[in-house]
C-alpha cells in the first residue's frame, strides 16, 4: 500500500599541516572546527530509538577522537518534535547546533502549518540510517499470530490502546493505517519517547505497540515481548519467524529516517565539517555492528541526494495523511 522507501584536538599549526596534507592529496577538507561544544538536538524523548542513536554517535565521536570539542544531547520531544525544529529555526547560521531526526521531521509540520517549518530550508548533514518497525504485543496476550490480533483489538473496539511516541508522528501514523485497513477502532495513546512507549506495554497499561527493534529489545530479550508483523519487505534477519505485512496479505512497507539535520543558513565548511565526522561515524565499526544488530538498513547519504529523500519523504507522508484524513 505505502512504500518509503577527525578530529583530535590539535594546535592551530598541526592543524594546519593536516590540512595542507589533505588537500595536496587531493582530498576535500574540512576548514571550519566548532570553537565550543555542539548541541545535538533529539527531537524525541529519552529510552526511544532516536535518543539511543545520538547517544551511540556521541560515544564514537568520542571514543574515536573525531571532534576537537564534545557534542552534547539535547532531548526536545514536546509538540511532536515541533519544539526542536522551532529550535533549529530560531538557531539559523548558528554552527554549533545540530539534529538527530525522524520521521515528525515531515509528518509534524505537515500536521501544524501555523509551525512556519520549510523542511527544505535546513540543512542535509547526513543520513545515517533507516529503522524499521514492528507490531509488538506481550508475550502473555495469549496473541501469537495478526489473525489473533485483529480479532482481539477488533472485539475492545476503542478500549484497545495502541501505545506511540508522540501525536500525528509515525507511531499515530501506522496505528492510523492498521485501523484503516483492518477495519480497527485502536486509541492511540502518545508518549514522549519510544523508551516510555516500550515500558507502558510491558506494565500492560497499552495492549501494542509499533516501537523499533532497538527500543523493545530490552524486553524482547527477557521474553516479555512478541512481535507479531513487521513493516519491511522481507523478514528482518534478527526476527526470522516473524511474517512481513507483505506476506499476510497487505503491502504496508514503512521506515523511519535517521538523519543529521543542520539549522537553515549554515556555511559549506561548515556542512563539510559535520557531514566528514558523521560519515566517519557511519563508516566505523561500531555503528555497523550497531545497525547490524538493531534491523537497521540504508545507505549513507547527504548533500542534494538527501535533499530529495526528504523532500520524496515529505510528498509521501502529505498522501498517506490525506488517504487517513489526518490532513486535508
Known sequence: MYSFRLFSRLSLIAATVFSLVIATAGQAAAEWYPEQPVKLVIMAGKGGG??????????????????????????????????ALQYMKANSGNPHVVMVTLNSFFTTPLRQPKLGIDIETFAPIARMAEDTFLLWVTSDSGISDLDQFIKQASAKGPQWLMAGTGKGGEDNLLTDLLNQTYNLKMAYKPFKGGGAVAKELIEAKANS??????????????????????????????????????????????????????????????????????????????????????????????????MQYWISGKETHRKILAETKAVN
Open 50 to 83: 532516536a535518543d539511543k542513536m545520538a547517544r551511540r554517535f556521541i560515544q564514537i565521536i568520542n571514543d574515536e577522537e573525531m571532534s576537537p570539542v564534545p557534542f552534547e544531547p539535547v532531548n526536545m520531544p514536546g509538540n511532536s518534535g515541533g519544539d
Open 209 to 306: 505497540t509499533v516501537n523499533n527493534p532497538s527500543e523493545q529489545d530490552k524486553y524482547y530479550r527477557q521474553g516479555k515481548s512478541r512481535p507479531i508483523a513487521a513493516f519491511t519487505p522481507e523478514r528482518l534477519d534478527q526476527y526470522p519467524d516473524v511474517p512481513t505485512f507483505a506476506e499476510l496479505g497487505q503491502d504496508m512497507t514503512y521506515f523511519m529516517q535517521r538523519s543529521i539535520v543542520g539549522p537553515p543558513g549554515l556555511s559549506p565548511d561548515v556542512i563539510a565539517f559535520y557531514r566528514e565526522i558523521f560519515q566517519a561515524v557511519y563508516e566505523s565499526k561500531e555503528w555497523q555492528d550497531y545497525m547490524n544488530s538493531n534491523s537497521l538498513r540504508g545507505q549513507f547519504a547527504t548533500g542534494d541526494t538527501l
